[in-house]
């Protein structure tokens, strides 16, 4: 019998071990269910004997200095590094991280593991690459090849099955971990794989986004506790920056978080609770800069592949900070196109490993399975007229298209009017822009208490294996919530309050037409226009003339009010 050769991401933050059977490439739970082993080993102070991943980094608030992360760093340096009274060199971490996964594969597989394929980032030198070669070697491993983290991650993307037509043979790789960022050029023919142009910042990551948030937190700490500050030592640092990373964590998925921790800090014998509500668009403006760092990279390797940015036929995103919204926003805009995830990208490099030490024991390679949405799923919005029709109808995007499933996302919308009644919840299926040209799978009336107009109300999707999408959606701040749940599959709404009949559905053009005519940005002559023909418009609708009719004075209306619109445009 053939033994299993494993595949090994050795990352900065996280590893990740996999293999190949029958054809499909998986990766192994190694901890607790989860397959993502954080890169940290922790040492006890007496007998040396330590610890690897997250019971190592739980230890880390504790014992900062018997505690190493980020070992990946420093491969390849003549350096050691000191815990309980031992000097250790960076191969010899590493090595306790590759026995460490070795291990749980072993016992996963039944089978002892000793072949491995490692991958290393594509800029790695001579010293680094053999120095993680030595950490196999003293893990008691054979490391048979090694691969670029670029080159695995575009080898999983050979297994998916894509629906995209003639592809460009280059591929770009966008990854952002949790302490580095690459991003490399592929040219894909074939079997071959060559990297183009390799460059990436090895001090930024999503750390740093942690280290953003954490800082605000602070201030809001001493801010609440009414202090003029508070020293940060190593707990409350280590503390904070935990919490900011959860908070970061869940931001990915949802526009607001609640942060509420007891006891953050100890301040004359006082304990300090955090209590906050962080939104998306904070964490954001805190973190913008450092998505733009990633993007000026971006420019950097596009030219130095002399590779315009229209000729990449297909962005592969790789490790965990890709989750971000703001990182594949940033992406869509340069590339003009949707940038979107279908392997999960803490697993990708990994599946990619395995799959190449699958190829070198010649396993035949099938299909990548994926567990993920098939269609984008979202709500029809008011906020936008499609130019065909005139009409309302933009189509928000939820849950994207290859989404792992399970997955729970929520957006945030805005009411139109003082005191708005309610809103439809309209939910679609599809991929264009329009909602005509989506699928209608379901609606339901939501009542909405009376608030001022903008008022934010969240709409939350979580999409389960069987196609149940149970929608939430929350009037922030007025405990207004209603919970749907769709079925997708069978196009079902259940728990579906009757609309009421005597309900005025607002009317966006009227409401639209109102604002330009309160705007005084514009000439008195075009708003005493707009005020005629809303009046006009109105009375129509009350005095229940005809359709015709009512259609051709609201032609009328989106004439001027599109005048008006270019007249804003230009006075910018
Ligand atoms: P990696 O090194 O690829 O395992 O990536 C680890 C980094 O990804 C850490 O900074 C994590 O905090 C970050 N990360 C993981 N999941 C998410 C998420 N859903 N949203 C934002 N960042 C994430």
């Known amino acids: 019998m053939k033994s ?73 340096k003549d350096t ?48 680094q690459r053999r120095a993680t070669i030595r950490a196999g070697e003293l893990a008691g491993l054979d490391v048979v090849r090694i691969v670029n983290e670029p080159t695995a991650a575009a080898l999983v993307y050979d297994h998916v099955q894509s629906d995209a037509g003639e592809e460009s043979p280059y591929v770009m790789v966008y990854d952002l971990g949790g302490g580095t960022f690459d991003v490399s050029i592929l040219e894909i023919r074939g079997e071959i794989k060559e990297v183009l142009a390799s460059s990436g910042d090895t001090s930024l990551g999503g750390d740093d986004f942690d280290e953003r948030l954490k800082d605000y937190l602070l201030k809001e700490l001493v801010k609440q506790a009414g202090l003029e500050s508070i020293e940060e030592d190593v707990r409350l640092r280590v503390r904070l920056l935990d919490i900011a990373e959860r908070a ?57 592949a ?21 990182v594949i926003e940033a992406l869509s805009v340069l590339f003009h196109e949707s940038v979107e995830h279908s392997v999960d990208p803490d697993l990708c490099v990994a599946l990619g490993a395995a799959i190449q030490a699958g190829l070198i024991t010649g396993e035949s390679v099938g299909q990548i399975l994926l567990d993920v949405t098939a269609h984008s799923l979202g709500v029809k919005t008011l906020d936008m007229v499609d130019p065909e029709t005139n009409k309302p109808d933009y ?3 939820i849950i994207r298209r290859n989404t792992r499933i399970p997955v729970s996302r929520a957006e945030v919308y805005r009411t139109i009017v003082d005191r708005q009644r309610g809103v439809d919840v309209e939910v679609f299926q599809g991929e264009s822009f329009s909602c005509l040209e989506n699928t209608l799978v379901g609606s339901f009336f939501y009542d909405l208490k009376p608030a001022p107009a903008y008022s934010p109300v969240v709409v939350e999707f979580a999409y389960d294996r069987e196609g149940l999408v149970r929608i939430c959606v929350d ?26 009949a005597a309900e005025t559905p607002v009317n966006y053009v009227a409401e639209k037409a109102g604002r330009l005519v309160r705007d ?41 009010m599109e005048q008006a619109e270019e007249e804003l445009e230009l006075s910018e």
């Open 395 to 397: 189509f928000s995007t």
């Open 306 to 326: 002399n590779i315009d940015s229209d000729d990449i036929g297909k962005i592969i995103l790789v490790g965990g900070a890709t989750r971000m919204p703001a």
């Open 520 to 560: 005084n940005r514009l000439s008195e002559n075009l708003r005493q226009v707009i005020r005629q023909v809303l009046a006009s418009y109105e009375e129509a609708i009350r005095a229940g003339e005809n359709e015709d009719r009512v259609e051709e004075i609201e032609d009328r209306l989106l004439e001027i």
């Open 4 to 76: 299993i050769v494993c595949g090994i991401d050795l990352g900065t933050t996280n590893s990740v071990i996999a293999f190949l059977r029958d054809g499909y490439a998986e990766a192994i739970a190694v901890e607790d269910g989860t397959a993502i082993l954080p890169s940290v080993v922790s040492f006890e102070a007496g007998d040396c004997s330590y610890w690897v991943g997250q019971r190592a980094k739980n230890r880390r608030a504790a014992f900062p200095e018997a505690t190493i992360s980020s070992v990946k760093r420093l491969m390849g």
């Open 80 to 127: 050691t590094i000191t815990a309980c009274q031992r000097s250790f060199t960076p191969e010899d971490i590493s090595s306790y991280i590759l026995k460490h996964l070795a291990e749980r594969a072993s016992e996963h597989l039944g089978e002892r593991i000793e072949k491995v394929v490692v991958t290393v980032p594509a800029y790695f030198d001579d010293a």
């Open 475 to 500: 009037q922030k701040g007025y405990d207004n919530r209603k919970e749907v749940t769709l079925d997708i599959r069978n196009r079902k709404v259940e728990d579906v309050p009757e609309r009421k």
């Open 248 to 304: 970061k964590i869940a931001l990915s998925d949802r526009p607001y978080v609640k942060v509420q921790e007891a006891a953050v800090a100890m301040v004359g014998g006082r304990p300090l609770n955090l209590d906050i509500e962080l939104s998306r668009d904070t964490f954001q403006s805190l973190t913008e800069d450092l998505i733009d760092r990633t993007m000026r990279k971006v420019e950097e390797v596009l030219k130095e």
